[in-house]
């Protein structure tokens, strides 16, 4: 199969899915050729490699440290481009702090008839 054939995005990712339950019941169905059936098992296998390296690229960018026991185990795994670094706020980027109010005068004395 051809490079094409990549899982690219979340959405591809849940199509493959989808493709594979739907062909699992072809795969098991009693009727078909041994030739189609083995066919299909190559497709099938490839499409969950395929998703399988597509998870494990995914966990890559929440734990880095598994890179390195993927290549230690000769794991394959797709590269997707580092999610931006958080940058920390600067205090020139920070939003300017509202004005306090001045206080109020109490009301304690409000109903007093004294006035």
Same mark, same amino acid.
């Given at each position: 199969?051809?490079?094409?054939?990549?899982?690219?995005?979340?959405?591809?990712?849940?199509?493959?899915?989808?493709?594979?339950v739907m062909k699992a019941l072809e795969i098991i169905d009693p009727l078909i050729s041994e030739?189609?059936?083995?066919?299909?098992?190559?497709?099938?296998?490839?499409?969950?490699?395929?998703?399988?390296?597509?998870?494990?690229?995914?966990?890559?960018l929440q734990h880095p440290g598994l890179r390195d026991q993927y290549d230690q185990l000769g794991?394959?795994?797709?590269?997707?481009?580092?999610?931006?670094?958080?940058?920390?706020?600067? =205090? @020139?980027? !920070? *939003? #300017?702090? =509202? @004005?306090? !109010? *001045? #206080?109020?005068?109490?009301?304690?004395?409000?109903?007093?008839?004294?006035?």
């Amino acid at each position: 199969m051809a490079s094409e054939n990549k899982i690219a995005d979340d959405d591809a990712y849940e199509k493959s899915n989808a493709w594979l339950v739907m062909k699992a019941l072809e795969i098991i169905d009693p009727l078909i050729s041994e030739d189609e059936k083995a066919k299909l098992q190559r497709q099938y296998d490839y499409v969950a490699e395929e998703m399988e390296r597509y998870r494990r690229g995914k966990r890559i960018l929440q734990h880095p440290g598994l890179r390195d026991q993927y290549d230690q185990l000769g794991y394959k795994y797709y590269v997707f481009d580092q999610p931006a670094e958080p940058t920390a706020v600067t =205090p @020139e980027s !920070e *939003p #300017p702090q =509202p @004005e306090p !109010e *001045p #206080p109020k005068k109490p009301v304690y004395n409000y109903f007093d008839d004294d006035d």
